[in-house]
């Protein structure tokens, strides 16, 4: 009969240990979401923030504008592509 409680206590305790874990772990998942990226464009000598106008804005670059069909991230192009996006930011800075 006594070993009932005890392993309850110890359950218990065990849970009481990993959980702050998982919590951590939770926290650390929604403050990345958070973080905004910022790239340098070096043509122009400034920073660009990547947030969600940014991301409409080169897609339409992308798909729109040099009518790509395969969409590939910002980050996997070479710095000559890069450069292309961003004279192409600049010459439209007013894109909706």
């Known amino acids: 009969m006594q070993r009932m409680p005890r392993l309850f206590v110890s359950l218990c305790l065990?849970?009481?240990?990993?959980a702050p874990l998982g919590i951590q772990a939770s926290d650390h998942d929604h403050d990345h979401d958070k973080k905004e990226r910022?790239?340098?464009d070096r043509e122009h000598k400034d920073y660009h923030a990547w947030d969600a106008h940014e991301r409409a804005a080169y897609r339409h670059w992308v798909m729109d504008e040099r009518h790509e069909r395969e969409f590939r991230d910002y980050g996997r192009l070479d710095r000559e592509r890069q450069a292309e996006y961003w004279k192409w930011r600049h010459e439209h800075a007013d894109w909706h």
């Open 14 to 18: 065990g849970a009481s240990l990993i």
């Open 38 to 40: 910022r790239y340098y």
